[in-house]
C-alpha cells in the first residue's frame, strides 16, 4: 500500500495533555483537523504505566502538516533546542498566531518571535520573508534587520522592513 502521509512527522511527547494540545492547536491554524485517537492497552502496562483506555496518541494536521501527539508521562519535557516556525505574509498573521499561542504560556521565554506555549512547545511566529533578509548579500541591511529584530518580542514587520531597507521609522 502507498504510503499516503509524509515520511517525516513530528511526533510531540505530552505528560497527559496530548488530546487537549491537538484540539487547541487545531483551533489556530486553518486547514487543521484532529485524526485518529489510539488508546493504551494493557499490554505493556508495566512499562508504560497508563491506565488502559487512556489517550495514547492523538493524530492531527496544521494547515496541512501532520503531527501527532503522544501521552508519555512526565518523564520528558519540551525545550528550546526544538521550535516550530510558523511563516507570516502579513502583520495580522503574526498577530494571530503570536496572541493565539502565547496565551496562558511563558512571558519570560519571549524574544525575537519566540514564544513558549502553554504546554512549553516554542515557536517562532517570523516573517515569511526571513529566510531572504538574513542571507541577503548586503550584509550592512542584514545587521539592521538584526539589530532591530533583537530588540522585539513580537515581531513588527514593518519596523523589520524599514530596518532592512534603512528606512527610518
Not at 6 to 31: K, M, N, S, V
Not at 33 to 53: C, N
Not at 76 to 101: G, P
Amino acid at each position: 500500500m502507498a504510503r499516503l502521509s509524509p515520511r517525516i512527522q513530528p511526533c510531540l511527547w505530552f505528560d497527559t495533555q496530548a488530546e487537549e494540545a491537538a484540539h487547541f492547536y487545531t483551533g489556530i491554524f486553518p486547514d487543521s483537523r484532529l485524526g485518529a485517537i489510539a488508546r493504551y492497552p494493557e499490554a505493556g502496562r508495566e512499562q508504560h504505566g497508563k491506565p488502559p483506555g487512556s489517550v495514547m496518541t492523538v493524530s492531527f494536521e496544521l494547515d496541512g502538516q501532520p503531527f501527532l501527539a503522544l501521552n508519555g508521562g512526565p518523564h520528558f519535557r519540551f525545550n528550546e533546542a526544538l521550535s516550530l516556525m510558523v511563516l507570516c505574509d502579513t502583520q495580522d498573521e503574526i498577530d494571530h498566531y503570536w496572541n493565539a499561542l502565547s496565551q496562558d504560556g511563558d512571558p519570560a521565554a519571549q524574544q525575537c518571535g519566540w514564544l513558549k506555549d502553554r504546554y512549553g512547545l516554542s515557536w517562532q511566529i517570523t516573517p515569511a520573508v526571513f529566510a531572504d533578509w538574513i542571507t541577503s548579500p548586503d550584509r550592512a541591511a542584514v545587521e539592521r534587520y538584526m539589530r532591530a529584530m533583537m530588540t522585539m518580542k513580537k515581531l513588527d514587520l514593518a519596523r523589520l522592513r524599514q530596518a532592512f531597507e534603512g528606512r527610518s521609522p
